[in-house]
């Protein structure tokens, strides 16, 4: 069994050793700009070491959630059956306009990531990101320049390492699936839509790269630019037959409306849009509300229901009612509000942390606050669990530096069915997520001891 204290310790005691920092710095700094790989104007990564997992922690990741994704595809099964239980999901009108058309293919997140942070050999799933998860790219980018640094040719010799990679080719056979079942014939032409200004461009040109590798036509391009006519949708005059979706839902109905040229040409099954819709049932955070809530537990097998109690903490929505904590009956928001520092705010609808409260980072006054505003939107309280931390190597200054940082462990999710991959966000503040600024993205692999 590999000692991953030792490993990293040993990683790090060879990158001290002479000039080799430096010279690491040197070629993931020029490996980056060569790549683009920024997100926004930042760098993506700006450590000197890998995330390392075990093959036996990532086995452990993998059982966790095969073990949840049923009770997962349970709850949306009848969420859409059942309008009183799909209540529970808090979702928008809109939501609840688009998901009455029928479901496109079987997977309502043929791409997904479950965020999690993995302490003590137990995956604490806190987010499930069902509709457009992103990093993937990204990934398999810095996997390869991370291979390339000096200091692993040293750490191979002791270490057999597997890079957990590619996941373009995970997202790019959930696209062609989907496809397939959706209906397609003719060999698609696809298209990576989201906005002109996002910070993530760099890993839509890693995507398109790799597709058009594979022989697909790949366009990047902004909504507003979709033309649907001739029951065809069209970018820049040429046909799209399927679209990978990286614009959120919420910001497209937002900014373009229900009768945009995309949501039209969707709806009236013209083009193929991957995730779909109907995806936006499990990716709000009620969805885990929904899971964890004892009033649903009678429709989970006794195996669903034991993975949902140790995968995913006690998770509400924020409402006035009765419902039991550890096993015994509270008033959920007195409740709350008296035992903060156990708990966590957030939206049942934003991303990047936005509108997050942390109980134990806030005044009582905030949290109180914090609260009532809760009560007036959909909003989900959570309990906190802890937040595992590792040693990173950071040259900087002429000198190497040490430094303990906050990291999560994200498993990508493929057809809802398994998972495969994983993304590793590293941050000094408390909120671990690098669109809230100070994160860093490094990639993950699994590494076994040399015989």
């Not at 079942?181 to 696809?190: C, D, L, S």
């Not at 006794?302 to 550890?326: C, N």
């Not at 950071?394 to 430094?403: P, W």
Request: aromatic fraction near 10%.
């Amino acid at each position: 069994m590999t000692d991953l204290q030792t490993a990293i310790a040993r990683y790090h005691d060879w990158l001290a050793e002479g000039d080799l920092a430096a010279e690491c710095q040197g070629v993931l700094d020029t490996l980056q700009q060569q790549r683009g790989l920024t997100f926004g104007e930042r760098p993506i990564c700006t450590v000197l070491r890998p995330r390392f997992l075990t093959a036996e922690q990532y086995r452990q990741l993998q059982a966790a959630m095969h073990a949840l994704l049923p009770a997962f595809r349970k709850a949306h099964e009848r969420a859409l059956q059942d309008a009183a239980f799909r209540a529970q999901f808090r979702l928008a009108d809109w939501e609840e306009v688009l998901i009455q058309d029928p479901m496109p293919y079987r997977a309502s997140s043929p791409t997904a990531r479950m965020d999690t942070f993995f302490a003590d050999g137990v995956p604490r799933c806190t987010e499930y990101n069902a509709e457009t998860p992103a990093g993937g790219a990204y990934h398999d980018a810095l996997a390869e320049i991370m291979l390339t640094l000096p200091v692993m040719r040293r750490f191979e010799q002791h270490y057999e390492i597997n890079p957990l990679i590619p996941h373009k080719h995970h997202v790019l056979n959930a696209l062609l699936q989907s496809y397939a079942e959706w209906g397609g014939v003719e060999r698609p032409r696809i298209a990576i839509l989201d906005w002109d200004d996002v910070p993530t461009r760099a890993e839509f040109l890693e995507f398109q790269r790799y597709a058009q590798t594979m022989g697909f036509a790949c366009v990047i391009a902004d909504p507003r630019a979709c033309d649907y006519h001739n029951r065809r949708l069209f970018i820049n005059g040429e046909p799209v037959h399927l679209v990978y979706k990286r614009v959120l839902i919420s910001e497209l109905i937002t900014r373009e409306g229900m009768n945009s040229p995309l949501v039209r040409a969707v709806r009236e099954r013209a083009v193929c849009m991957v995730n779909p819709f109907h995806c936006k049932i499990l990716h709000r955070k009620t969805s885990l509300a929904v899971l964890s809530d004892e009033q649903n537990a009678a429709m989970f097998s006794a195996e669903e229901q034991h993975a949902i109690q140790r995968y995913i903490p006690w998770t509400r929505v924020v409402q006035e009612r009765r419902t039991l904590y550890d096993g015994q009956p509270i008033d959920l928001v007195p409740f709350v509000a008296e035992h903060r520092e156990s708990f966590v705010l957030k939206p049942a609808d934003e991303y990047g942390g936005k509108g997050v409260v942390l109980g134990w980072m806030v005044s009582q006054a905030e949290w109180e606050q914090a609260l009532r505003e809760a009560l007036t939107q959909p909003t989900v309280v959570q309990a906190r669990v802890p937040v595992p931390t590792e040693p990173y190597p950071s040259y900087a200054d002429g000198a190497l530096h040490l430094l303990d940082r906050w990291l999560d462990t994200n498993p990508y999710i493929w057809q809802g069915a398994y998972a495969s991959g994983c993304l590793t966000r590293l941050s000094t503040a408390a909120l671990l997520n690098v669109t809230a600024g100070g994160g860093s993205t490094v990639p993950t692999f699994v590494i076994e001891a040399r015989a």
